[in-house]
């Protein structure tokens, strides 16, 4: 029998005694027991305290989830002994769960592929141009209303440029040229070199006409009779906005600009509007826009383009797929007999270009036979709209009852797994006592036996064939497919090496 170890030892191996850094490697040791060095403890510093902390709770968590029961389905043989028809009705039930999750999660996908697939629209806006004046020489001596003129030189103008989808004009045929106060009321105001913007008391649409824009600019042409400060370049630009922002800040989100300076004379201007789309498109070259026969594309339409044209004029390789052949046309744009495929996205970069602004010439008229009845300049541009149908989708995705349904679906299926782990319990209970109540002596003999093998099989000391004779022939079979090739095989042979007498004996 082997003594017993000091309560000082592990278990298994026999451990050493310390030696002390000042005792010499060889020679006979110094008298006197060993004084054990403590070994130098490090603080962790505060900024992995945290972390630490948190990678614990995700430890127990994800512990704690991998206890949580997951078996939903009622184990074989519960019929037999369940009066009524309970288990067929909880079968039926899961199979209809398992075909309205199928049918759910495969409209759910049909839906965000329709959503990354969304062709953009294309509306009409109208826009108008128009301009007042105010204290021109050619108004009377008094003024108007009453109100005295200027003085000579004096004299202004007051530009607006506003723009409207015609789907939500109410009156096409209404005139640009409305008093300052409706002016104001109906869209902001640019002012001089600069925008000076305030929030519109109503809003006609959805869609105002700063969301479709970048920048306005608006060129003067060279006047001589005009000083260079009245003609420097009108900016405004939308400002950057944050990706998660939900809208356009009050000072950029307008339907009218307006803008006033002096002069006496006609100016010409150039308004040059640039687009503001997502995804960006962009102007293609030449030799691109015949591969895909259009002059304008985003950069993911390119490729999908490019990839239709390859599959159609079948260029690609029989082995390699990823490699494309390039006949006359695409050997213009990328220069080489052979391409890999995902070389194609940067590749078509040097022929697009963007998109050239919108030119929308005007002239300032400040003469008085104008004004005798002044129109406004009317253009009509397209501009791209977000399908309707994809806000609609999105908010079926995005929906926060859907998740706290799936949240509250998430509990009930935990209450379920937790019902059938104790109906397995009953059951194994019901079959357990049905045994012994036939054949208890049989049924306690054989029981006791299976509980020894199994303690023989964890403890590693288990013969060959678990206690028993070995006569069966799966104990006598080898290869990949025996009993011996096993999750079990390998852990009792583990168990047996890893016994201190198995150590000790070698």
Known sequence: MQAPMPPGYGRGYPQGAQRSPATPRRGPQAPGPAIAVPMPQHAVPPQYMTPQ?????????????SRKPTDKNIPDGVEEVVVGEGVLQYKSLRDL?????AAVVRKRLDIQDSISKT?????????????????????????????????????????????????????????????????????????EDGADAKKPASKRSKQRFSQFFKSITVDFDKSSATSPDEMKTINWAKPQLPPNAASLPP??????????????????????LVRDETPERYKLSKELAEVLDVEEETRSGIVLGIWDYIRA????????????????????IFGRDQMFFPQIPESVGPHTSPLDPIKLPYTIRVDEDFHKDPTPTIYDIQVAVEDPLRSK?????????????????SQLDDQVAIIIQALTHSRAKHSFFTALSKDPATFVRRWINSQRRDLETILGEATRGGGEDASGPEFRRGGSDSVWDTTVAREAVRYMLAKPEATMGR
């Open 53 to 65: 902390r948190n990678l614990a709770h995700q430890n127990d968590a994800a512990l704690r989830r």
């Open 97 to 101: 769960e398992k075909r309205l999750d």
């Open 251 to 272: 000072t950029a989100d307008f339907d009218s600009v307006q803008f006033s300076r002096a002069s006496q004379e006609n100016l010409n201007v150039t308004i040059s």
């Open 313 to 332: 004029m079948g260029l690609q390789e029989d082995e390699e797929k990823r490699l494309v052949r390039c006949d006359d046309r695409l050997r213009a």
């Open 119 to 191: 062709v953009k629209k294309y509306r009409t806006m109208r826009i108008w141009v128009s301009n007042t004046v105010e204290g021109q020489p050619w108004q009377n001596s008094s003024g108007q209303n009453g109100v005295p003129a200027s003085t000579p030189g004096s004299g202004r103008y007051k530009v607006r440029i506003e723009g409207r989808l015609l789907d939500d004009v109410n009156d096409l045929e209404a005139s640009a040229s409305d008093d300052e106060g409706d002016a104001q009321e109906n869209g902001d105001t640019m002012e």
């Open 393 to 409: 989708m999105l908010a079926l995705t995005q929906n926060p009852q859907y998740t706290a349904g799936m949240r509250q679906i």
